[in-house]
């Protein structure tokens, strides 16, 4: 498979975009004729302390998008920049945990945006080529089919590399494969469990997150990743990436 090209007059975040359906369009919403994804704000979970949005994006940042076709099996695709502050496990190398969550968060998005509200019971992860941080890496998940309650979904994990002529281009080798079993919430149990959707207003246990808790942390973030832009240690493509995905929030 040949790498898509993107023009270099095209902004970073579109590049990295059309690397999903190699074409962008000016919004968020990406279209082909044979596909379409819309992307996931993580504010879309109202009150959920997402663990993977509470890293600071200069350790991982990123974009989620789902496809919107009225498949049977519709797809999930997260573009991620992970960064070089605490992101490492063996010195030098992108901790698997952390290549593991993002293909759990693509998987479990996708579960749930497919109307499974559903809890990964099982998550089996294939490490096939190291990482080195910063890297760019996209991650496209699929329902590979569903039984009852369970939900069996694969994902595949590429890094997203810059050519010598400066465009971007998504590797052929990917870096993990990952297939997981999500188990759909027992009906008799899930008034017990607190979900994004379900979360009582009030007599919680634990103090929730609201939106404006949300909104405040993103502005922590975005400052704080303005700081360090221009430190040393982040490529063309991180500083690019980041200042377009910042600028506009
Ligand atoms: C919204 C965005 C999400 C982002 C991604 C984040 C996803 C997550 O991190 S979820 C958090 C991590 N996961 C958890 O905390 C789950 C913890 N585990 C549990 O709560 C429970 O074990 C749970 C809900 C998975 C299943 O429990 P329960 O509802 O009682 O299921 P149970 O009745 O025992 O089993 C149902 C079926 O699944 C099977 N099953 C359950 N667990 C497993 C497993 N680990 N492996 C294989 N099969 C399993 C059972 O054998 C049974 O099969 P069958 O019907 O054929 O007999």
Request: charged content about 20%; hydrophobic content about 35%; proline content about 4%.
């Amino acid at each position: 498979m040949s790498a898509p090209q993107v023009g270099v007059h095209e902004s970073r975040t579109d590049a990295y975009l059309a690397l999903l359906v190699n074409n962008s369009s000016s919004d968020n919403n990406i279209s082909t004729s044979s596909r379409t994804v819309r992307e996931v704000s993580y504010q879309d979970w109202g009150r959920s302390a997402n663990f993977t949005r509470a890293q600071g994006a200069e350790r991982l940042d990123y974009r989620l998008f789902v496809s919107d076709d009225e498949t049977e099996h519709p797809t999930a695709h997260i573009v991620a920049q992970i960064g070089t502050d605490g992101t490492e496990g063996v010195p030098g190398f992108v901790h698997g945990g952390l290549t593991s969550t993002l293909a759990d968060t693509a998987m479990g998005n996708l579960a749930w945006h497919a109307g499974y509200k559903a809890f990964t019971a099982n998550l089996n992860v294939d490490f096939r080529a190291p990482l080195s941080p910063p890297a760019c890496v996209v991650v496209d998940a699929k329902i590979e089919k569903t039984e009852g309650r369970k939900v069996y979904l694969s994902a595949d994990v590429f890094e997203v590399q810059e050519m010598q002529d400066g465009t971007l281009a998504r590797s052929n080798d990917v870096v993990a494969e990952a297939t997981s079993l999500f188990i759909v919430m027992d009906k008799a149990k899930e008034t017990a469990v607190t979900t994004p959707d379900t979360a009582p207003q009030n007599g919680a246990s634990t103090p929730r997150v609201t939106n404006d808790d949300i909104r405040d942390h993103t502005s922590t973030c975005v400052a704080s990743v303005r700081e360090t832009l221009f430190s040393p240690g982040w490529s063309t493509i991180e500083k690019d990436y980041l200042k377009t995905v910042w600028a506009s929030t």
